[in-house]
C-alpha cells in the first residue's frame, strides 16, 4: 500500500484519491450479502483501506453485486450503475454473476453479468470469504493505477451493444439511452 | 492587516472541521474496536469528490449548496476562535443565531430541487429538528446576554475570561448544562442522526448529491460542526488566549459528543422533539429565570 508516499500524492492526486477511497454501493442480491457485514464492521474493518458502505449511488465508486442476479433485479442494477458519477468500478462477487453458478438452469436469472454491464474485475467462489474482498480491493487498487480498471469507458465506447443486451432480456426499457449514439469517449 | 484575518478565520476553520471529521472517524472506530482509517482520510474522500464527474440538477441545486457553504463561512465569521475574531464590533450573538439558519436553507434548496424523496423526508425532519434545538438554545444565548448584559460575543468571552467560565458560576450552569443536553442535535449526532439516517432514507438532504456538490456538502458538514461546539466553547468555557488552548477545549467538547454519539441509537423524530423540548427546555428556562431575579 502506497498511501503513505507524499510523492505519489504530487505526481497523481487524482488516481490516488480515487484509490483510497473506494465507498461501495453493496448491491444485496442472493447470498453474498452475508459475507459484507464482517468487512465493514469491527472483525475485518474495511474502512482501515478507505472501503466504507454509501447509501446512496451519487457518493459512490465502487460497486458490488453480491451473488446471482435475477432479471427483475437487473433493471435496478442498471439504473444503480448508471446513476454512479465517473470514475466507477463494478466488481462482481461469487461465482453467480460470473457464468450463472448453480442458477445455471433457472429460468429467470441471468448468467453473464458482463454482457449487461461492465464489470472490472470479479471474485469467485461460492462463496467467497471476506478476505477475498480485500484481494480483489488491492487488485483493484493495481488496475486503478495502470489505468486498467475502465470499465466505464467501455461502457461509454460499447453502449449501443450493452444497451441491445439489456434490451433484449428486459425488453422495452423506460428510461431513454445514457449516451448519445456514435458520442465519443 | 485587518482585512488577512478574514482569510486566515474561515481557513482555520475548515481546516479544524477537516481535523475534527477525521479525528470522528478514528474515534468511533477505535470505541468499536477497529483500527480505523487514518487521519487525512476526510481529505482523500473530499480530492476524490472534486475530481469525479458531477450531475446537476438545475440552477437551484448549484445555488443551494454554495448558499450553505456560504452561510457557514459568514458564521465562522463572527465566532472568536481564540484571540481571532475578525468581525469584532459588529451585530454578535443575534446575527450568529440568523446566518446559522442559513446553511440548512441552502441544503433544503439543493435537495428539493434535486426531487428525490429522501431529501424531501431529510429535509423536514431537518426543520423539525431545528425547531426542536433552536428553543433551548435561544433560552440559554438569551440567558448568557443578560447574565454579561452584552450582545457581543467577543466581550462574552473577555468578561468570562476576566472571571470564572460561564458554566462554573451559578445560575449559568443550568444554562450550560441544557446546551450539553442538546450538543448532540446541533452537531447531528447519533441520537439525533435524523437528518442523514443512511440506513433508513439514505443519506436525506445528500441523497442526490454527487462529485463537487457532495465535496461543498461534505466541507460545509466540517464547518456546522466547528462552528457548533466554537459556540459553546465562546458562550460557556471562556474561549481561550491562543486559538491551540481554544482547540484543546474543542477536543475535549468534540470527544463528550462522539461519546454520546457512539452509546445510543437512533430516535424518531418525534421522540426527538419531545426531549427536546421537555427537559433541555426546561432547563434553559429555569436557569433563564435564575439569572433574570438573582444573577446580575
Known amino acids: 500500500m502506497d498511501r503513505n508516499q507524499l510523492v505519489k500524492w504530487l505526481e497523481a492526486p487524482a488516481k490516488m484519491s480515487h484509490k483510497y477511497s473506494l465507498h461501495a454501493v453493496y448491491f444485496c442480491t442472493g447470498c453474498g450479502i452475508i459475507e459484507v457485514p464482517p468487512v465493514i464492521t469491527a472483525r475485518w474493518d474495511a474502512e482501515r483501506f478507505g472501503v466504507l458502505p454509501t447509501a446512496t449511488p451519487r457518493h459512490a465508486n465502487l460497486f458490488l453485486i453480491t451473488g446471482y442476479v435475477s432479471v427483475k433485479t437487473l433493471r435496478a442494477i442498471i439504473r444503480t450503475y448508471e446513476q454512479m458519477p465517473e470514475p466507477k468500478y463494478s466488481v462482481g462477487f461469487g461465482s453467480c454473476p460470473i457464468n450463472g453458478g448453480m442458477y445455471w438452469d433457472s429460468y429467470n436469472t441471468i448468467k453473464h453479468l458482463d454482457r449487461y454491464l461492465p464489470i472490472d474485475g470479479w471474485i469467485a467462489g461460492c462463496m467467497p470469504r471476506p478476505e477475498a474482498i480485500f484481494v480483489a480491493v488491492t487488485h483493484l487498487w493495481t488496475l486503478i493505477e495502470k489505468d486498467m480498471a475502465d470499465g466505464y469507458k467501455r461502457y461509454r465506447r460499447d453502449y449501443a451493444q450493452y444497451r441491445a443486451n439489456q434490451e433484449r432480456v428486459l425488453g422495452e426499457l423506460e428510461w431513454p439511452p445514457l449516451f448519445a449514439a456514435g458520442e465519443d469517449v | ?296
Open chain 2, 1 to 296: 492587516m485587518k482585512i488577512l484575518w478574514f482569510v486566515i478565520s474561515p481557513l482555520a476553520a475548515l481546516v479544524v472541521g477537516i481535523i475534527f471529521l477525521g479525528l470522528s472517524r478514528r474515534f468511533m472506530a477505535r470505541i468499536q474496536w477497529r483500527y480505523g482509517p487514518p487521519l487525512y482520510q476526510p481529505l482523500i474522500d473530499i480530492m476524490r469528490y472534486f475530481t469525479q464527474k458531477s450531475v446537476s440538477h438545475g440552477a437551484i441545486f448549484d445555488l443551494g449548496v454554495v448558499l450553505s457553504l456560504a452561510g457557514s463561512l459568514v458564521v465562522v465569521l463572527f465566532l472568536p476562535f481564540g484571540g481571532i475574531c475578525p468581525l469584532r464590533g459588529s451585530g454578535g450573538l443575534l446575527v450568529i443565531l440568523y446566518m446559522m439558519l442559513l446553511a440548512p436553507l441552502g441544503m433544503a434548496l439543493a435537495g428539493g430541487e434535486a426531487a428525490n424523496p429522501n431529501s424531501s423526508i431529510g429535509i423536514s425532519r431537518k426543520f423539525a429538528l431545528a425547531l426542536g434545538y433552536e428553543v433551548p438554545l435561544l433560552l440559554i444565548v438569551l440567558a448568557v446576554m443578560t447574565r454579561y448584559d452584552s450582545i457581543s460575543i467577543c466581550e462574552i468571552v473577555a468578561a468570562q475570561r476576566a472571571g470564572l467560565p460561564g458554566i462554573a458560576t451559578f445560575p449559568l450552569v443550568l444554562s450550560g448544562f441544557a446546551y450539553l443536553l442538546i450538543m448532540p442535535a446541533v452537531l447531528g449526532l447519533r441520537p439525533f442522526e435524523v437528518v442523514q439516517a443512511p440506513q433508513e432514507i439514505s443519506s436525506g438532504p445528500l441523497a442526490e448529491l454527487g462529485g463537487r456538490y457532495l465535496a461543498l456538502a461534505q466541507i460545509q458538514h466540517a464547518l456546522a460542526m466547528f462552528i457548533g461546539i466554537s459556540l459553546f466553547v465562546n458562550l460557556m468555557w471562556g474561549g481561550a488566549s491562543n486559538p491551540f488552548v481554544f482547540f484543546l477545549k474543542m477536543l475535549v467538547v468534540l470527544a463528550f459528543g462522539l461519546t454520546v454519539n457512539a452509546a445510543f441509537p437512533r430516535l424518531r423524530i418525534e421522540q426527538a422533539l419531545r426531549y427536546l423540548w421537555r427537559w433541555p427546555t426546561l432547563i434553559a428556562f429555569v436557569g433563564l429565570v435564575l439569572v433574570v431575579v438573582i444573577g446580575r
